[in-house]
């Protein structure tokens, strides 16, 4: 199997990630569905709404927003985010559902993004709640790929200055020192989700730890305080 999964593949397993992500925020309570998440100011519901955007909002919808938003892609993503979450939580979910089977794309967008963006924020919503969500290692590659080789939209990460190598699935990309992990842990780390991704990963280490491995820790990034995935869906 290839790095890159074929297009119907990965379509599967956007709405596999859609499906079951839907059954977690079924059962959450009023409180768990206000918990802060790590994507600047959005709370669970707002990153969930996000999620429900790009497959349901036609193009003259994302013009109205973008018109709305002076220009600013960042703010329509916030800000269409926030108003989808005012919406009742129960109609937040069904949206979610609803796009089960969907292919529609955010506008500049490619194929690649809504199972990195699915993937990422489904983390992101997961972490914040202290529940674990497992991450298919065949999709994490897939959409670390795509970070990796991202030039458009823009790539709001920076790459890491080290040679990342993936210890459950064939994976490795840059050169420098070796931080290793899981794939799903090195897609965190991709995506500026430092903190998140730390306790995962090990990287060489002079000096310090067993067998000249530290662990990876850090503090959160920029990328996880000032909002959520710059890929044109969030």
């Keep these: ?61 994302v013009i109205r927003e973008f018109v709305r938003a002076r220009g600013n892609v960042d703010r329509m993503i916030h800000d269409s985010a926030v108003r989808e979450a005012a919406l009742p939580v129960e109609e937040t979910v069904a949206n979610l559902r609803s796009i089960i089977g969907s292919r529609r794309l955010a506008p500049g967008t490619t194929p690649r993004e809504p199972l990195l963006d699915v993937l990422v924020h489904g983390q992101d919503i997961a972490l914040a709640l202290g529940r674990d969500r497992v991450m298919p290692a065949i999709a994490a590659r897939d ?53 998140a991704a730390g306790p995962h990963l090990v990287r060489g280490c002079a000096g310090g730890g067993s067998s000249g491995q530290c662990w990876l820790g850090g503090e959160p990034s920029a990328a996880e305080t000032t909002g959520a995935l710059g890929d044109g869906s969030g």
């Design 1 to 61: 199997m290839g790095v890159v999964l074929g297009t119907d593949e990965r379509w599967q397993l956007v709405d596999r990630e859609r499906a079951s992500l839907a059954d977690l925020l079924e059962g959450l309570s009023p409180e768990e569905w206000a918990t802060p998440t790590r994507c600047g100011d959005w709370r669970v519901r707002d990153v969930a709404a996000h999620l429900t955007v790009a497959a349901r909002y036609s193009y003259a919808a």
């Design 143 to 195: 959409a670390a790929e795509r970070v990796w080789a991202m030039r458009f939209p823009p790539r709001p990460w920076p790459l890491p200055r080290a040679r990342l190598v993936a210890t459950d699935v064939e994976w490795a990309r840059g050169e420098g020192e070796e931080i290793s992990g899981p794939i799903s842990a090195l897609l965190l780390l991709l995506t500026g989700r430092t903190a």
